[in-house]
């Protein structure tokens, strides 16, 4: 985290009329540092959103903010003529520099929002009326993106989701053994190193390069907290261009189980049927018809495929000391490998029936 001096500073740098009050820190994400700015206008108080950007995950945040500015005004201009287009998109607010984000005196790269108001975002989802939503706002959310004019997006991390590369940065870490953890890994080094040959399954597919959002958690799109409408897709740091699949998966992933990615008892972590027909419904609703035969084919497998990615992601960062994702205990992330290993499990033993539902309905 950053001092408070240099957030008020920070939050003190953008266009927004009122007399700044406080800033909290807020949300669950593992990467920036993401803050609520409460300020006050002749008494009427408002907030906005201010987050810093990690510079040692995101290595050019210049090139990250040109693809945050096209995104957006690509958006703006989709929903400009919906009468709740405030909330539809995310809107930056420019810095008093004039440019769309604000550097400060130590380099780091600060960005403000608008904030969406009378939505919020969930960390586990509570029925399938929320899966469904957040399928279909996902899905809405890569077909507005298609029309996005050249040139190419900037890759804000290169090879995000080449799952080959990153099962063998785990080869890496077991063999460094960094942190020397890897003996009290073992069943979870054991588990990945029996499912490396799915992981270049997907690359391989040959799949069309899409834009997409590469980062598809249920706590990254707004629901409406009248109507429950997935109404705005946001952390837009990795929207680049990528594989739709991949963006379904991590739906699935983060969707399907009632328990947090997090959670301690395993008995918790399953793939609950239901929900992934309501995902894929919502999905379909929205995607369904730019998507290929092919795409459509892999979306069960997908939910798979990167539920290992990010386990692996976990474990390799357990190995290597906790360098990478916030941790806020002791074995954390090796917490947050075992879920998702065991989330693999659920879906390999429902895979068949999920691949009948998606053929069914795509
Ligand atoms: P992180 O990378 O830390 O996950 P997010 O961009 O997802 O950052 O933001 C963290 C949380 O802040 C979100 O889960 C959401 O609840 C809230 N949030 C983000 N942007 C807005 C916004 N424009 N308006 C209201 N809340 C927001
Ligand atoms: C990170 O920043 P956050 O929490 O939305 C990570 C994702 C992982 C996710 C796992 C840039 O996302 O790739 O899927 O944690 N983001 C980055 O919860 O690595
Ligand atoms: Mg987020």
Redesign the pocket.
Known sequence: MTSDLNVSAAARSFEIDGEFIEAQP?????????Y?LFFKNGGAPF???L?RINHNIFKNPEALMQNVERVTAHLATIVADEPDWRRRA??LIPARDGRGWHVDAAGNHWRA?????R???YDAVESTEQAFQAGRAFGRFQQQLAGLPAPRLHDTIPDFHHTPKRFTALEQAIAADTAGRAALAKAEIDFALAHKPMASVLLDAKLPERVTHN?T?F??V?LDDVTGEGI?V????TVMPGLAPYDFGDMVRTTTSPAMEDERDLRKVTMQFPMFEALVRGYMSSAGEFLTREEKALLAFSGKLITFEIGTRFLTDYLAGDTYFKVHREGHNLDRCRTQFKLVESIEEQEERMNRLVESLA
């Open positions: 807020y949300g669950s994400g593992h990467i920036n540092d993401t609520r907030c906005n959103i987050q995310l809107r929002y608008r904030f969406i108001e939505a919020r975002t980062d958690k706590n990254n707004m705005c946001i952390d837009l740091d």
